[in-house]
């Protein structure tokens, strides 16, 4: 293919792209967030069934959202080397693969070993999904795009809850962890609007292992007290042991999984903490929400009822985030999330002690549309700062930070909830957002003195 004909390639996608793209994209990211939202609200029937404490069940939606986080930047680098619609279709099928897995798991140790592959198929969903919507819509129309998929995906795992709450009454906790064997019928119709060309660079697998190693040392690590100190120092000699690890390969492998010029962008890193904090307080209170209205009498159907104003505003976030967007910059946006998600931690630590309702949707409520804010932003952020060669692996990194936030509030909820009770773990993971405030604090600073 000519110079010209690659430069001409973005605005072919953007003119042939249909305006129902970005919605099937969101309904794909949707059932892979199903893989949690939907599962967490059987955990107390999965942990029964399979002689688990509630605290141990916690496992299956930390693994999988370790997974999921891990394996992002592995697809981003798989879309630079081969395309995007090779690795997006493995990737659903193994999601859909693990989902049936799940389901016919005989003991725990299985079903999180199918927990394992369905996170890591489905992981291909936010890095590709994104990317496939970045490439077709170039220019002012991104990110009110982008925005149409965060919201639809938000709205489809917020009515996790209640599908959950359903499937189980009517056919079981298996049927819930089969769920996202769905997605398998969206790809057809995503099939032609997939870009098939890929730069042919070269797949670092050790990179891509030394960075899956050390961010699931920090999520075991979170985990451990619901499970014993040999967790514990597992999990502690992965993220003490793969820091220096990582970095010393870098220097090593300065185009390999972990690209120097990416992970060395102040604006790539800084972006990735803040946004981090959001999918942190959505897991947190995706199992605790659940957990503690189902501890005061509610049935799963209930608390997936009550959840129905968050999935509402996942559909209204897209109208609020484009504009938004444009107006503030993706910075500030990236900052409204994440302070958005310290007061709704803050709101449903008091809802958890008090046992209220109300006070438990409307903080889920609250990081719905911090959540249909954040992921638009932190894309917006990352792909204008990266060139367009190393934009795939650049989003995949990106959305590799903002998962593994996913699974630090999984985590934390999950191994410290039975030990410090509910109320105070929450309280506890208000300290994500804040660092994540004080690490984009220098580029609020320059957006602001340079609107001033």
Same mark, same amino acid.
Do not use: K
């Given at each position: 293919?000519?110079?010209?004909?690659?430069?001409?390639?973005?605005?072919?996608?953007?003119?042939?792209?249909?305006?129902?793209?970005?919605?099937?994209?969101?309904?794909?990211?949707?059932?892979?967030?199903?893989?949690?939202?939907?599962?967490?609200?059987?955990?107390?029937?999965?942990?029964?069934?399979?002689?688990?404490?509630?605290?141990?069940?916690?496992?299956?939606?930390?693994?999988?959202?370790?997974?999921?986080?891990?394996?992002?930047?592995?697809?981003?680098?798989?879309?630079?080397? #081969?395309?995007?619609? $090779?690795?997006?279709? /493995?990737? =659903?099928? !193994?999601?859909? *693969? &693990?989902? %049936?897995?799940?389901? +016919?798991?005989?003991?725990?140790?299985?079903?999180?070993?199918?927990?394992?592959?369905?996170?890591?198929?489905?992981?291909?969903?936010?890095?590709?999904?994104?990317?496939?919507?970045?490439?077709?819509?170039?220019?002012?129309?991104?990110?009110?795009?982008?925005?149409?998929?965060?919201?639809?995906?938000?709205?489809?795992?917020?009515?996790?809850?209640?599908?959950?709450?359903? #499937?189980?009454?009517? $056919?079981?906790?298996? /049927?819930? =962890?089969? !769920?996202?064997? *769905? &997605?398998? %019928?969206?790809?057809? +119709?995503?099939?032609?609007?997939?870009?098939?060309?890929?730069?042919?660079?070269?797949?670092?697998?050790?990179?891509?292992?030394?960075?899956?190693?050390?961010?699931?040392?920090?999520?075991?690590?979170?985990?451990?007290?619901?499970?014993?100190?040999?967790?514990?120092?597992?999990?502690?000699?992965?993220?003490?042991?793969?820091?220096?690890?990582?970095?010393?390969?870098?220097?090593?492998?300065?185009?390999?999984?972990?690209? /120097?010029? =990416?992970?060395?962008?102040?604006?790539?890193?800084?972006?990735?903490?803040?946004?981090?904090?959001?999918?942190?307080?959505?897991?947190?209170?995706?199992?605790?929400?659940?957990?503690?209205?189902?501890?005061?009498?509610?049935?799963?159907?209930?608390?997936?009822?009550?959840?129905?104003?968050?999935?509402?505003?996942?559909?209204?976030?897209?109208?609020?985030?484009?504009?938004?967007?444009?107006?503030?910059?993706?910075?500030?946006?990236?900052?409204?999330?994440?302070?958005?998600?310290?007061?709704?931690?803050? =709101?449903?630590?008091?809802?958890?002690?008090?046992?209220?309702?109300?006070?438990?949707?409307?903080?889920?409520?609250?990081?719905?549309?911090?959540?249909?804010?954040?992921?638009?932003?932190?894309?917006?952020?990352?792909?204008?700062?990266?060139?367009?060669?190393?934009?795939?692996?650049?989003?995949?990194?990106?959305?590799?930070?903002?998962?593994?936030?996913?699974?630090?509030?999984?985590?934390?909820?999950?191994?410290?909830?039975?030990?410090?009770?509910?109320?105070?773990?929450?309280?506890?993971?208000?300290?994500?957002?804040?660092?994540?405030?004080?690490?984009?604090?220098?580029?609020?600073?320059?957006?602001?003195?340079?609107?001033?």
């Amino acid at each position: 293919m000519t110079r010209a004909a690659t430069r001409l390639r973005p605005l072919m996608y953007a003119t042939r792209s249909p305006a129902h793209l970005p919605v099937l994209v969101g309904l794909l990211f949707g059932l892979a967030g199903l893989g949690s939202s939907s599962a967490a609200i059987a955990l107390p029937a999965l942990a029964e069934d399979l002689g688990v404490s509630t605290g141990v069940s916690a496992w299956a939606i930390s693994l999988y959202v370790l997974m999921l986080a891990v394996m992002t930047a592995l697809y981003g680098r798989l879309s630079d080397l #081969v395309g995007q619609r $090779l690795p997006l279709v /493995a990737g =659903v099928s !193994l999601m859909a *693969l &693990g989902a %049936l897995a799940g389901a +016919l798991s005989p003991d725990f140790g299985v079903l999180l070993a199918a927990r394992l592959l369905q996170g890591a198929g489905a992981a291909a969903v936010p890095t590709l999904g994104v990317a496939i919507v970045s490439a077709r819509f170039p220019g002012a129309g991104r990110g009110a795009a982008l925005g149409t998929v965060a919201g639809m995906a938000a709205a489809l795992s917020c009515l996790g809850p209640l599908a959950g709450g359903v #499937v189980e009454g009517l $056919l079981g906790w298996r /049927a819930v =962890v089969a !769920l996202p064997v *769905l &997605g398998l %019928l969206v790809l057809p +119709l995503l099939w032609r609007h997939v870009p098939t060309d890929g730069s042919g660079a070269r797949l670092d697998l050790v990179g891509a292992v030394l960075v899956a190693g050390t961010a699931g040392g920090v999520v075991l690590l979170v985990q451990s007290p619901s499970t014993g100190p040999a967790v514990a120092v597992i999990g502690a000699v992965l993220a003490v042991a793969g820091i220096p690890a990582v970095s010393a390969w870098v220097r090593r492998r300065p185009h390999g999984f972990l690209p /120097a010029e =990416v992970i060395r962008n102040a604006t790539v890193v800084r972006s990735a903490l803040a946004a981090g904090a959001v999918p942190a307080v959505w897991f947190a209170l995706l199992i605790a929400v659940p957990a503690v209205l189902v501890a005061d009498g509610w049935e799963p159907w209930h608390v997936g009822v009550a959840l129905l104003p968050s999935a509402a505003t996942g559909l209204l976030a897209p109208r609020l985030a484009g504009p938004l967007l444009e107006r503030v910059g993706a910075t500030r946006a990236l900052g409204l999330a994440a302070t958005v998600s310290a007061v709704a931690l803050l =709101v449903s630590a008091l809802g958890a002690a008090v046992t209220s309702a109300t006070l438990l949707v409307a903080a889920v409520v609250a990081v719905t549309f911090a959540f249909g804010l954040g992921q638009p932003a932190l894309t917006a952020a990352v792909g204008d700062a990266v060139d367009d060669d190393v934009r795939g692996v650049a989003l995949g990194i990106a959305t590799l930070f903002f998962l593994v936030g996913g699974g630090v509030g999984s985590a934390v909820v999950g191994g410290l909830g039975d030990v410090l009770g509910m109320a105070p773990s929450l309280a506890l993971l208000t300290v994500l957002p804040v660092l994540g405030l004080v690490a984009l604090w220098p580029q609020l600073r320059v957006s602001q003195s340079t609107e001033g």
